[in-house]
Nanobody, 120 residues
Framework: QVQLVESGGGLVQAGGSLRLSCSAS????????MAWFRQAPGKEREFVAA?????YYSDSVKGRFTISRDNAKNTQYLQMNTLKPEDTAVYFC????????????????WGQGTQVTVSS
C-alpha cells in the first residue's frame, strides 16, 4: 500500500508561483508513474502532469508547470509558474499506472488534495 500526502498549496496572485510537494510512503515509489490532477468546483478532475522516465503535460499548463521527482526522498513536485485564475483548483497527487498516463482511472493511489487559489 502507498500513501500520498500533498503540501504546498495556498493563495497566490496571478503571475505568481507555487511549488506543490507529494510525499509517498512505501519502498516502491521509484517504480511508480506519478502524476498530478486537479479539480475545480463543478468540474471533472483533470490531468495536469505525469512523470515516469518521461514527462507529460496537459496543453493548459505546458511551458508554465514543471513536474519532477526525488526518488531518494520519495517525493514528487509540481513547480507552477505564471499562475492564472483558471489554475484555481484542488490539486491531487496520484501514483501507480495501469493504462494511459492521462486517465484518472489508471492510478491506484491518491492523496487527499491541496487547494490552490489564484486571485486576479
Amino acid at each position: 500500500q502507498v500513501q500520498l500526502v500533498e503540501s504546498g498549496g495556498g493563495l497566490v496572485q496571478a503571475g505568481g508561483s507555487l511549488r506543490l510537494s507529494c510525499s509517498a510512503s512505501g519502498r516502491t515509489f521509484s517504480s511508480y508513474t506519478m502524476a498530478w490532477f486537479r479539480q475545480a468546483p463543478g468540474k471533472e478532475r483533470e490531468f495536469v502532469a505525469a512523470i515516469s522516465g518521461s514527462t507529460y503535460y496537459s496543453d493548459s499548463v505546458k511551458g508554465r508547470f514543471t513536474i519532477s521527482r526525488d526518488n531518494a526522498k520519495n517525493t514528487q513536485y509540481l513547480q507552477m509558474n505564471t499562475l492564472k485564475p483558471e489554475d484555481t483548483a484542488v490539486y491531487f497527487c496520484a501514483g501507480g499506472l495501469r493504462g494511459s498516463v492521462y486517465q484518472r482511472g489508471s492510478y491506484d493511489y491518491w492523496g487527499q488534495g491541496t487547494q490552490v487559489t489564484v486571485s486576479s
